[in-house]
């Protein structure tokens, strides 16, 4: 029986209840919201335009969570989601939404976050750019082992027999629920095909997979990258210790069975923190890197480098920095969190000079070889990190570009660069939200000009972005 609310208060709201609600919008988290008695709800898996019997899950004092029971009347905007895993993992759980309708609500993301976290209103919002590919579009992949499977409800049948291997996808907001998956439809198919392999072999191979609870266990993780240009992957094998027969043995099956794999290597962490970095690691196979070429340029990445994961969408980003930055050929560059040189390269042959600065050695690495392959000669590369590395820095850039992580930059890094004020910011952020605070943090020395959003992420919530600030 659906509660019914009319002249009650939110207070009345209790976990548990059923309720039946209209979806009014989606925010920025991908979940939908709707009012009752002007308490708001938010949604899971919900569309604008749904009709639904909701089940109230999480209560707070101005707010409540909910999951979908029943839609009675579908959005025009609400699709077939086409993975049989959709309604657990949190890999691409916009999928039920029709494409052009998710370019909508990401667009209003930006300009939502912008104008109320940035307090920006008068800069120039681009359309969002889509994606040439809505599935298949991701080259790299992660998928972990577990030694206690997470079965959905209607498998929970086979429970007994089969519990105590998984090789898949986490359920969002957990570290140990593992989903056992045949595929994902993110990667290309062939990537399914290395993922299924890979799992029949560790399967009757004898040794332990690693429980993420008792932290014993020997195969961790299981990454895949995938070159869009030239059609090659990559394996990396993560365990935690170091043993040569079953590596090997892995190895020289993959290698026979898939001629498509130029390179495989092993990552060995002991350490208990959930990540697919190794302390130390092995090449099995090739020379330990994967090639791509994006704009005319050839990078070389190694297995713990990051990327740009979907590679067609990342040359429309980077040409579209490189149209922002309107260099003359005279200035000098800051490149923060520079990773393996992409926007370096792509900017050197219209700059005087260019200076990346990133975390990572073993990306920086990449970036300096990267130069060599492609005949760069005007970039140098700082490894550090940029909040110490900054307050050393004693040259003051024409253009600064920054590409810092989810979490955006430190309060620290927007302060020296506040102290060298270059003549302009190009912000490449894949959280719009951080991208805004940082933003209002700029704003008394920068104004937002334009932002152009690029969905490098489809049939999720996530928008990358590109900000162009001017000094003023």
């Given amino acids: 029986m659906v509660n019914e609310y009319k002249g009650l208060k939110p207070m009345d709201i209790r976990k548990g209840d059923k309720i039946e609600l209209t979806v009014e919008k989606v925010v920025y988290g991908g979940r939908g919201l709707a009012h009752l008695n002007k308490m708001a709800i938010f949604v899971d898996k919900a569309v604008p335009g749904d009709r639904i019997i909701a089940k109230v899950v999480r209560v707070k004092k101005n707010f409540a969570e909910a999951r979908v029971l029943e839609v009675i009347d579908a959005s025009p905007y609400r699709t077939i989601a086409l993975c049989p895993y959709i309604d657990y993992c949190g890999g691409c759980n916009w999928q039920f939404i029709k494409y052009e309708k998710q370019l909508e609500y990401k667009h209003a993301f930006v300009q939502d976050l912008l104008n109320h976290i940035g307090k920006v209103t008068n800069f120039q919002l681009h359309h969002v750019l889509p994606s040439s590919l809505i599935f298949g579009y991701r080259n790299k992949m992660e998928f972990s082992f577990s030694d206690r499977r997470w079965f959905l409800p209607k498998g929970r049948d086979e429970e007994k027999g089969n519990k105590g291997f998984a090789l898949g996808l986490h359920i969002p907001g957990t570290f140990d629920k593992i989903i056992d998956i045949e595929g994902c439809l993110l990667q290309k198919e ?14 009757d191979s004898g040794i332990p997979v690693y429980g993420p609870k008792s932290h014993q266990g020997f195969w961790r993780y299981l990454v895949l990258r995938h070159s869009y240009c030239f059609d090659e992957w990559m394996v990396n094998i993560v365990t935690g210790d170091e043993r040569d027969s079953p590596v090997h043995a892995l190895a020289s099956i993959l290698r026979d069975r898939f001629k498509e794999i130029t390179s495989i290597v092993n990552n060995i962490n002991t350490r208990k923190g959930g990540t697919a970095v190794g302390e130390w690691e092995r090449i099995l196979a090739g020379d330990g890197n994967i090639r791509e070429k994006i704009g005319g340029f050839t990078f070389e990445i190694s297995v713990n ?39 370096s390269i792509f900017l050197a042959s219209q700059a005087s000079r260019i200076i990346g600065v990133d975390i990572s050695n073993s990306a920086l690495a990449d970036a300096n070889r990267n130069c060599e392959l492609n005949g760069v000669d005007n970039c140098e590369f700082h490894c550090g990190d940029v909040r110490i590395l900054l307050s050393q820095v004693n040259i003051k850039p024409e253009l600064l570009v920054t590409d810092p992580p989810r979490t955006g930059m430190h309060r620290k890094v927007i302060d020296q660069i506040l102290r060298f004020l270059p003549d302009k910011i190009i912000y490449i952020s894949c959280n719009p939200a951080t991208l805004a605070r940082d933003i209002a943090l700029l704003k008394e020395r920068y104004k937002v000009e334009e932002v152009q959003p690029i969905d490098l992420f489809p049939n999720t919530y996530h928008i990358e972005s590109i900000a162009r600030l001017e000094r003023v």
């Fill in 190 to 203: 062939k990537g399914n095909e290395i993922l299924r392999e890979v799992k029949g072999y560790v399967r």
């Fill in 305 to 343: 480098s990051f990327f740009q994961t979907n590679t067609p969408m990342a040359e429309r980003l980077y040409k579209s920095v490189r149209d922002f930055a309107s260099l003359n050929g005279k200035e000098t560059v800051l490149d923060l969190y520079c990773g393996i040189g992409t926007v």
